[in-house]
């Protein structure tokens, strides 16, 4: 549905040139996914990959890098359509990147509304048959993740009451954002609800060099400890069997499996083998709850590297003038990504999709906020009239 969705955008005669930042992820991110899958000679995993993932292939020359070809399909296609969505958000226009804003917070009042009904019965919050899978908080099947699409949008509210002029609208939707995190349980999301609320007004509302400074400044602090807070709070079982030794166990991969990696979505079939034997219990660790470490243990070299590179080209960005809606992105990216170093928010499709949306807003090449000066746009004509089309910048 994604996909065909940006189809209309990425055809369209009128929409601006893609971001480049964006479009080079795109092609790079497919070469890594498409060599994982590709049969390469097998002397080239000699020493480079432990004996108990050398699939038996008999005599065949030919290796896989991926120990599972289908689910690295599937992550293929899962990527490639996030990243197809934040392509087509840098192509639209700032008035039509603005007015995707309400279905946004449409998506994340639907969510807040199914969450608040459902933390109100007063039995079992779990609800099953409505969808394929068992619904914990709002739509979501993990209340963390739903936690993570409310504190993701409070930027988004933020510059919506400030710029826009939705002050009522914000004034409501912040404290019911806060409120619906303090039922779900997830005492880290309200703190990080809380830290990114006050960033939010202090990083939109001052638009003095100082002022930057200062709320830069106040945004590391606060960041670093909403981060401590997340570490400390999130999780569900047993210390002796937590996020820790799941990091630990996958380190241990990491350092045998760091050129090809075990291919994209096989976390499973590569955690295995590195379990301690008395961390062997029935509940079995599906993810690592690390987004970063997952990443690399599952596509090596490559993956680290592609992963180096958005994090240097994303501080880089920060060097142009940001207008207050890529400001709010800003925000939001950073603390998606600080949940993912205990989490993995980004494996649903819901978070991945807002990630990608605010990544096209973050990146886009003109600016969406202030009205453009003839200095920044051509006039054109236009169905028998004059318009100014702004010039993108390389």
């Known amino acids: ?95 039509q990147v603005r007015g995707l804003l309400p279905f946004f917070f449409i998506g994340v009042a639907c969510n807040m509304l199914a969450g608040a009904m459902q933390f109100s019965m007063a039995q079992d919050t779990s609800l099953q048959s409505w969808l394929p899978y068992t619904i914990a908080a709002g739509l979501f099947a993990n209340v963390n993740h739903f936690s993570t699409l409310l504190f993701a949008s409070i930027p988004l509210i933020v510059y919506y009451g400030l710029f826009v002029g939705r002050g009522v609208l914000m004034s409501l939707a912040i404290p019911a954002i806060l409120l619906i995190l303090l039922a779900a349980g997830s005492r880290a999301g309200v703190l990080i609800g809380l ?38 709070f999130v999780g569900d079982l047993d210390p002796a069997f937590g996020r820790i030794e799941f990091m630990r166990t996958t380190l241990e991969g990491l350092k045998e499996n760091w050129v090809w990696g075990i291919g994209y979505g096989n976390f499973l079939d590569g955690y295995g083998p590195y ?43 920060m060097r142009h003038r940001l207008d207050p809606l890529q400001r709010a992105a800003f925000l939001s990216i950073v603390f998606v990504l600080l949940h993912s170093t205990v989490d993995y928010p980004l494996r649903t499709m819901a978070i991945a999709v807002t990630f990608a949306f605010l990544n096209g807003i973050y990146f886009h090449r003109i600016p969406l906020f202030k009205p453009l000066l003839r200095s920044e746009a051509l006039e054109v004509r236009h169905n028998g009239g004059t318009i100014l089309a702004p010039i993108a910048r390389l």
């Open 1 to 95: 549905m994604i996909v065909v969705a940006v189809a209309f955008v990425l055809t369209a005669q009128t929409s601006l040139p893609a971001a480049p930042v964006l479009l080079t992820f795109l092609v790079l991110i497919s070469i890594a996914c498409v060599l994982q899958v590709l049969p390469l000679p097998a002397w080239l995993f000699t020493g480079s990959r432990p004996e108990i993932f050398m699939q038996s292939d008999g005599d065949s020359p030919f290796r896989f890098v991926s120990l599972g070809v289908g689910r690295t399909m599937e992550a293929t296609a899962f990527a490639i359509s996030a990243l197809l969505f934040a392509l087509a958000v840098s192509k639209l226009r700032g008035e």
């Open 195 to 232: 830290a990114i609320t006050m960033l939010s007004f202090l990083f939109l509302a001052w638009r003095s060099r100082a002022g930057t400074v200062t709320s830069g400044a106040l945004f590391v602090g606060l960041g670093i400890y909403s981060f401590g807070v997340t570490t400390k």
């Open 275 to 317: 379990e301690r034997e008395e961390m062997i219990y029935r509940p079995y660790v599906n993810h690592v709850h690390n987004d970063f470490l997952e990443v690399a243990f599952e596509g090596g070299i490559l993956a680290m590297t592609l992963m180096a590179l958005y994090v240097l080209l994303f501080v880089l960005r």
